[in-house]
């Protein structure tokens, strides 16, 4: 059977990144993207040393550091992705990957982490951090919204079946696209974040650093208790911004190595978590390390944390509310079992997603006799 898979883009590794790798594993597909400017390590994660064909956009200037700014192009762009011949097209989108053209005897199944953020949910949020919610530019970007909005509506009949990565995810797609899901959760490779079961006097946080990740909100927060540590783990566009505003017991690590990752989350008191995300991998990894989670009381978190067994909720995104919880998290008398919360994470495994997702296939190429 040859198999298309087809990813929104490839430029650094996160959680969509991990679902690639895994499913990867199950078939020996070739690989389909907008663009592919992966870095030779990625590259041998994320593909297994594969390359993807890509779409006009990779000849795009300065597409690395702009690629968002053609995001009105990434219609066009996933639709002239050549996938003809393919018996099974498995499409994992955040974006607009489910778009990819296909034909009536060929199977589609569709791997969603959210329906389009800024097309959907959070359009006036993302208007709103880029300084665009009012005046001309304001009402461009929002026609063009709407537009990228109708085009992903219409989509959706080109997709066989969906996979959500959440019962968050699942409700949304119901809600924007009206269809159906199947939840299976994202992998977690447990081997890779193994049980660290000393615990050290910092706290940590991880997100790549975009406002709706809410990492200003964490930082207020420590800045306001001084007498914590916190070390904070990653790169984006607000790095500039969240240094200036960070008082001394903040850290910035930056991007790390497998391995540095590991020994931060795994010797962390505690991960403060703020987004409101679909479902949330990084919780999962850091109580495969048998580290607890304080993490917001709302969407993805909701499915990952047990309040009291591998973490605590806060119940607004709010400087004061997550301050409150960490300090609740230190005076509740709680003592918090490595072992305990790492086996938490065992229905998350890599094994079990793998397991799940040939499952699922399999008993859809039978129904569908491809």
Not at 190 to 217: C, I, N
Request: net charge negative.
């Amino acid at each position: 059977m040859k198999v298309a898979y087809v990813h929104d883009w490839l430029i650094v590794s996160g959680g969509a990144e991990k679902v690639t790798h895994e499913i990867l594993k199950v078939w020996d597909a070739d690989v389909f993207s907008l663009i592919d400017l992966l870095n030779n390590e990625d590259r041998a994660f994320i593909l297994h040393g594969k390359h993807a064909t890509t779409s006009f956009i990779q000849r795009m200037p300065m597409v690395r550091e702009k690629y968002r700014y053609y995001l009105p192009f990434f219609p066009k762009a996933i639709e002239q992705l050549n996938v003809k011949g393919y018996e099974l097209i498995f499409s994992s989108s955040y974006a607009v990957a489910k778009g990819v053209k296909t034909e009536k005897e060929q199977l589609h199944i569709c791997y969603c982490h959210t329906p389009m953020r800024y097309a959907w949910d959070l359009q006036e949020e993302y208007l709103h951090n880029a300084g665009m919610s009012d005046g001309i530019k304001g009402n461009v970007l929002r026609s063009m919204l709407g537009n990228l909005r109708e085009w992903d509506k219409r989509t959706v009949d080109g997709v066989d079946h969906f996979i959500a990565n959440s019962q968050n995810t699942a409700e949304r797609i119901k809600k924007n696209y009206d269809r159906n899901s199947t939840v299976i959760h994202p992998p977690v490779d447990m081997d890779a974040f193994p049980l660290k079961a000393e615990k050290g006097e910092h706290y940590v946080t991880m997100a790549r650093l975009v406002p709706y990740k809410r990492m200003d909100l964490i930082v207020k927060a420590f800045n306001e208790m001084p007498d914590k540590k916190l070390q904070l783990i990653g790169e984006g566009p607000e790095s500039a911004q969240l240094k200036s505003l960070a008082k001394d017991n903040i850290e910035f690590t930056g991007h790390l190595s497998q391995e540095e990752l590991v020994d931060k989350i795994g010797a962390a008191k505690a991960i403060v978590l703020a987004a409101h995300e679909d479902l949330g991998l990084t919780s999962l990894e850091a109580q495969s390390c048998g580290t607890p989670v304080i993490a917001y009381k709302k969407g993805g978190y909701l499915e990952t944390v047990q309040d009291g067994l591998n973490g605590i909720f806060f119940a607004e995104q709010s400087t004061d509310a997550i301050k409150e919880a960490v300090l609740r998290f230190e005076k509740n008398g709680v003592e918090w079992d490595a072992e305990r919360i790492r086996e938490s994470v065992l229905p998350f495994s890599s094994e079990e997603f793998r397991r799940k997702i040939e499952l699922f296939v399999g008993e859809k190429l039978q129904e569908h006799n491809v």
